[in-house]
């Protein structure tokens, strides 16, 4: 069964940093791409950040470059978020995510696995 579980989420102040884990189980981490999806309140989901399989090519969100960074430990099956810089805006659940054929397509946020998320808070 695919698993992917988050974790690292916390309350943090603006200008703080955090590191999100994804831990995942259950398919060939290291031959899919990967991707962070965040959704605040209200809203509905936003892409924030993505990974090729190897690792080698990563992509973000323009609401987040250069403050995040995404990477990933493929003997661990582990994916990581390192956010730094963080804002208010910035406070949302954070899944990881990827689809079934293991291919990031930056034109469709639809995804087929998912974790349960992991809450974020940026607050003073």
């Known amino acids: 069964e695919v698993q992917l579980v988050e974790s690292g989420g916390g309350l943090v102040q603006p200008g703080g940093s955090l590191r999100l884990s994804c831990a995942a189980s259950?398919?060939?981490?290291?031959?899919?791409?990967m991707s962070w999806v965040r959704q605040a309140p209200g809203k509905g989901p936003e892409w924030v950040s993505a990974?090729?399989?190897?690792?080698?090519?990563?992509y973000y969100a323009d609401s987040v470059k250069g403050r995040f960074t995404i990477s990933r430990d493929n003997a661990k099956n582990t994916l990581y978020l390192q956010m730094n810089s963080l804002k208010p805006e910035d406070t949302a659940v954070y899944y990881c995510?990827?689809?079934?054929?293991?291919?990031?397509?930056?034109?469709?946020?639809?995804?087929?696995?998912w974790g349960p998320g992991t809450q974020v808070t940026v607050s003073s």
């Open positions: 995510a990827t689809r079934s054929d293991g291919v990031w397509n930056p034109t469709t946020d639809e995804y087929n696995y």
């Open positions: 990974i090729n399989s190897g690792g080698a090519n990563t």
């Open positions: 259950g398919f060939a981490f290291g031959s899919y791409d």
